[in-house]
């Protein structure tokens, strides 16, 4: 191909997509990259919003396109209200099923792709922007989306010109699984070993915003990878994958069933610091019958794991700092994990000491023991209980110096000859 075909090439591809003349200028080469610039692009995707809520408002009433330039900003707006605090197009099911009537929708351009594909990049767009996925979305919505998703599927064979094609085209044909059931899925193995290539190409091809539902919803599938690994691996992505879902409240819950349920199914999975204090930091305790709702979605071994792991911890956490004998002797400590998985229950009484101290392993104890604690009324502030339920035997251990173990059955009024 000589350097004149090469820009007669250019010329031609630049009359189907620009805007506006080039300036003139002497300068050949500015011309032929500028034209570069245009056919990488292909239509522009910046469209300004008054002109979307302009066409927008315009197309509520009339329900069909005059013009594709109409048609055009409307496929950009449909996520624009209508009016102020007003429903949108993607929320209303008579208007959208006209922006892709075949007659006097979007579908009249479909067998010209030079045209037709200045659409279907504003309908990429709003699909990517309007977020199904939130509880808030109403029913009509979801229905619209997901329609929205299957035509975009359907129809990105007829983007495809037979000679010059913008790279935002090439970028939509090569991902058509973007407009499947599981979009996030493909990308999800190389995001989570670190490679986001793939990803910052498509989402500066096809104008994914960075609070795109697409991006969220990329959190939960690198989880479902994940979890796909050996358990050794996916113990090592534990903080990362925490890490990710810490700052992303919609999918949290989605994506820590998915981990406490992969742990759970791991023989002697033993204990993962970072998992159980997201967990009981996220929805509390698991034995609480307040928290019942928020520990629903794990299957049962994944709550016994981590009630077992909160046991041990609070075990440890009295004998060490709740109790006086400390750190120099483990002998009370070791008696009772021994029997961590006998126990129903676990409580404690503060004293005054440990119930207002400001120390930071007292603050986050606290805290964590959250609904399981009450206030000790002694004369000795330093002094607290421990509390254990074991089948009809209620174990009460204070953490004073001298203080005897007192065992209650639970099956008689708890007064002096109830002690065992």
């Known amino acids: 191909m000589t350097a004149l075909d090469r820009l007669s090439g250019l010329l031609r591809g630049s009359l189907r997509v620009a805007e506006r003349p080039f300036p003139q200028t002497d ?39 005059e013009t594709l330039k109409d048609a055009r900003l409307v496929s950009f707006g449909m996520c624009v209200p209508s009016r102020p605090s007003g429903p949108c197009i993607m929320e209303d099911r008579q208007r959208f099923q006209a922006v892709l009537d075949s007659q006097t929708g979007i579908d009249q351009w479909v067998d010209e792709p030079r045209w037709y594909r200045r659409c279907y990049q504003g309908l990429v767009r709003s699909y990517f922007t309007y977020d199904a996925k939130v509880a808030q979305a109403p029913t009509v919505g979801k229905q619209n989306w997901g329609d929205l998703r299957d035509y975009l599927n359907e129809r990105t064979r007829n983007i495809v010109d037979k000679k010059v094609n913008p790279d935002w085209v090439t970028t939509a044909v090569g991902n ?14 190389d995001v989570l070993s670190g490679d986001t290539t793939k990803v910052d190409l498509l989402c500066e091809q096809l104008g994914v915003v960075k609070s795109s539902w697409f991006l969220r919803e990329l ?13 050794e691996h996916f113990k090592d992505l534990i903080p990362r994958l925490l890490e990710l879902l810490s700052t992303n409240l919609v999918l949290r819950d989605r994506g820590l069933i998915l981990m406490l349920d992969k742990f759970a199914s791991t023989v002697q999975p033993g204990i993962n610091e970072p998992l159980r204090n997201a967990a009981v930091e996220w929805w509390g305790n698991p034995w609480l019958p307040s928290n019942e709702t928020r520990w629903g979605g794990v299957i049962s071994a994944a709550r016994e794991m981590v009630s077992e792991w909160l046991k041990r911890e609070f075990i440890e956490a009295f004998f ?43 603050e986050a104890l606290r805290k964590k023991m959250k609904g399981l604690y009450t206030e000790l009324k002694t004369t000795d502030s330093s002094n607290n209980a421990f509390i254990m339920t074991l089948g009809d035997l209620v174990a009460v251990e204070f953490g004073g110096m001298g203080n005897a173990f007192y065992g209650y059955d639970v099956r008689k009024t708890l007064d002096r000859k109830s002690v065992v």
């Open 27 to 65: 300068d050949l080469d500015s011309v032929i990259t500028g034209l570069k610039k245009h056919n990488k692009a292909g239509t522009g995707s910046n469209v300004p919003e008054d002109l979307q809520e302009a066409a927008v408002r315009k197309f509520w009433h009339a329900q069909r396109f």
């Open 176 to 189: 058509r699984q973007l407009f499947g059931e599981d979009p996030c899925a493909p990308y999800a193995a």
């Open 219 to 231: 959190v939960l599938s690198q989880v479902r990878q994940a979890t796909k690994l050996s358990h």
């Open 320 to 362: 060490t700092k709740l109790a006086e004998d400390g750190v120099g002797d483990r002998r009370r400590a070791n008696f009772w994990l021994r029997y961590v998985k006998s126990m129903d229950n676990i409580q404690f009484a503060l004293g005054a000491r440990a119930l207002h101290s400001r120390d930071r392993d007292f």
